[in-house]
């Protein structure tokens, strides 16, 4: 089993920045990505930004230009760094590791952490 708690989340006036952050814990492969979704009041979960153990950088082209994905491998951490923050960040930003083994993966969630950009 793997546990994912973000942090980070909060009020921000649009304009600002904030700096959100995921730490996992329990069984990790070596292989694995680890990713920011959102779901904003009434929609659906969307991908934000991916990261690969690798490196290798996946972003929604919405959030191109304002927001950085990075990771701490020795801490097992994944951040999202958001600039320019939007009213339309506003939502619950929820944080994915999976594992991968042979082409096969297995995807763990965190409960969320809540951003709200006022205008």
């Known amino acids: 089993q793997v546990q994912l708690v973000e942090s980070g989340g909060g009020l921000v006036q649009a304009g600002g920045s904030l700096r959100l952050s995921c730490a996992a814990s329990?069984?990790?492969?070596?292989?694995?990505?680890m990713g920011w979704y959102r779901q904003a009041p009434g929609k659906q979960r969307d991908l934000v930004a991916s990261i690969t153990s690798g490196g290798r950088i996946n972003y929604a082209d919405s959030v191109k230009g304002r927001f950085t994905i990075s990771r701490d491998n020795v801490k097992n951490t994944v951040y999202l760094q958001i600039n320019s923050v939007e009213p339309e960040d506003t939502a619950v930003y929820y944080c994915?590791?999976?594992?991968?083994?042979?082409?096969?993966?297995?995807?763990?969630w965190g409960k969320g952490t809540l951003v709200t950009v006022s205008s």
């Open positions: 994915k590791l999976t594992n991968m083994y042979l082409g096969y993966g297995v995807d763990y």
């Open positions: 329990g069984s990790i492969f070596s292989a694995n990505d």
